[in-house]
C-alpha cells in the first residue's frame, strides 16, 4: 500500500497570511502514460462531507477560489492557501489514486492564529 | 445539481449484514465510476471501494475484500454496498462518492452526506 504523510498535523495561521500544507507519498504517484500525479486534495469542514479542491496534484476543481494551488510530483506535494480566509478553517487531506487501495493522509488540521 | 444521497446505516451485531444504498441524481449515472468511504475519528478517512462506470473494474480495501460488496443498478441510479460480517472495527460514517470519470482510478468530485454504522454487541 501506498502510504500518504501530511505535515504538520495541524496549522494555525493568521488571517491574510499564506498557509502550506504538504503531503509525503512512500512511492511515486505520478503516472508515466499521461505525465499526471494521480494526486487529490480535500476540504473538510466540521459536519460535512470531503470536498475535492484539486486533483492531478495541481488541477483546481471548478469553483474552487484560486487562493488554493497544488503543487509536487512524484512523492512530494503542497497544497497553498495563498491568503488565508476565515472560511478556509477546516481539515485537508490528500489522496492517492494511482494504487488500490486508494490511500489518505492522516489530514491537517488548520486554524486561525 | 449532483446529488448522492446514503442510506441503509444502523446499530448491527458483530457478525452481522447491512447493505447500504446511495441515490444518485442530477448527473448521468452510468457514465461514472462509483466510491465507498468511511471514516473514523481515529483512522481519518479510508478508502474502502470503487467500481467502474460498467462494472468492469472493482477494487477493495483490503480490510473489507471478501465480506463487502460493491454494486451498481443503473435502472434506478442506486450504488450499493453489501457489507456481511461485519466487525466492530467496521464501525464508521460511510460515505458515497462520485468518480471524476468512468474509470475506479480518480478522485471523488461529489459526496453524500454519509450514513452512520455502528457495529456493537
New interface residues.
Partial sequence: ?IVMTQSPDSLAVSLGERATINCKASQSVLYSSDNKN?L?W?QQKPGQ????LI?WASTR?SEVPDRFSGSGSGTDFTLTISSLQAEDVAVY?C?Q??S????????TKLEIK | QVQLVESGGGVVHPGGSLRLSCAASGFTFTNYGM?W?RQTPRK????VA?MSYDGSNI?Y??SVNGRFTISRDSSNNTLYLQMNSLRTEDTAVY?C?RG?HHSA?????S????TPVTVSS
Avoid at chain 2, 44 to 47: I, K, V
Fill in positions: 500500500d494521480k487529490g480535500y462531507p470531503p470536498k475535492l486533483y476543481e487531506y489522496q489514486y494511482y488500490v487501495p486508494f490511500t489518505f493522509g492522516q489530514g | 466510491h468511504v481519518g478517512l479510508e478508502w470503487a477494487f480495501s483490503s460515505y462518492a471524476r482510478w480518480s478522485s471523488s468530485d459526496w453524500g452526506q454519509g
